[in-house]
């Protein structure tokens, strides 16, 4: 699945009216209320791997001319280049000032390396790829991956993009903490779980549009002739569901999984929700669904 652009409210070009240095200010400010409030992990990310799954192997150096507000990176060599695997915040604020701070003051300018992970752009002219860049502008500084950075710094999370599906296990580790901690993007967009949700949360799941992350146990699984469908509760106008379109089981088939495996388990999904008929997320790929813990409930 593609993803638009990463904008906000009506479009992000309407933030372009503003003189970039008076922007880069508000945007320091910003940045330095995420750092005050708390919401900045200290923990220093791994070293991005030399060979395996994300790893610099097939990477290649670049520098980077400028960062977008639609949190695009524009290469010298006239590449534009966006971070698969990544959903960046999208709503006005403090969390989306701090994204656009961190990674202008870190990577403008910069060398990097990357390594695209499509053969050609999207529709929007973005080449998917995975980054690596210098931690610090100290001497021998290690590379790391940017995406790993960002998500455990809580200014972005991942996203199951099939292009980055190699850097995964990495990205889903690197959020653990902010999740757990609900720091940035997990303040402001919290994963939702169905097993806690107060009555009030329903009623804002049911108004909610776009991204999303749910999480719940599979209380039943339902089927027609065109899709199968997990109920994470027994209301179905009010408790979420997960669609696996007909057309994609043999995705799902080929890595072991069939839906009816999933009674039971508590799982977490993360894509668009639709709400016309109860809140439900669509996936198209085992991506898109992680199985948290092994514990089996009737």
């Known amino acids: 699945m593609e993803h638009p652009p990463a904008r906000s409210g009506v479009g992000s070009t309407k933030r372009r009216s503003a003189p970039r240095k008076l922007r880069g200010a508000f945007r320091v400010l910003a940045f330095s209320a995420f750092l005050g409030s708390g919401a900045a992990l200290a923990q220093s990310p791994p070293n991005a791997p030399e060979a395996g799954p994300c790893s610099l192997a097939a990477a290649e150096p ?4 400028r960062i977008s507000d639609d949190f695009d990176f524009h290469l010298v060599d006239g590449r534009r280049t966006m971070l698969a695997g990544l959903e960046f915040p999208t709503a006005q604020g403090v969390t989306r000032d701090a994204a656009l701070t961190r990674l202008i003051a870190w990577l403008e ?6 390594e695209p992970l499509a053969a050609a752009p999207d529709r929007w002219g973005r080449l998917p790829v995975q980054m690596s860049a210098a931690s610090s502008d100290e001497p021998g500084a290690p590379l790391v991956s940017v995406g790993v950075v960002m998500i455990g710094e809580g200014l972005g999370r991942y ?7 190699s850097c995964a296990k990495a990205y889903l580790a690197a959020e653990t903490l902010p999740r757990a901690r609900r720091i940035g ?8 779980d169905e097993s806690k949700a107060s009555e009030a949360t329903f009623a804002a799941l049911a108004q909610k549009k776009g991204m999303a992350a749910l999480s719940g146990r599979v209380a039943s699984v339902g089927e027609t002739t065109t899709a199968y469908y997990l109920n994470l509760g027994k209301n179905r106008g009010r408790d979420a569901t997960v669609v696996i379109s007909r057309k994609n089981l043999p995705i799902f088939l080929a890595q072991g999984w069939t839906p009816r495996s999933l009674l039971g388990r508590r799982i977490r999904v993360r894509g668009l ?4 008929s109860g809140p439900r997320i669509e996936i ?3 991506a898109e669904i992680e199985l948290l813990g092994d514990a089996f409930e009737d």
């Open 62 to 65: 670049a520098t980077i001319a």
């Open 109 to 114: 300018g910069a060398q990097v390396f990357v």
């Open 159 to 165: 996203r199951p993009d099939l292009a980055a599906a």
């Open 185 to 192: 993007v997990w303040a402001d967009d919290p994963e939702i």
């Open 273 to 276: 929700i639709e709400t016309n």
């Open 284 to 286: 198209s790929s085992p």
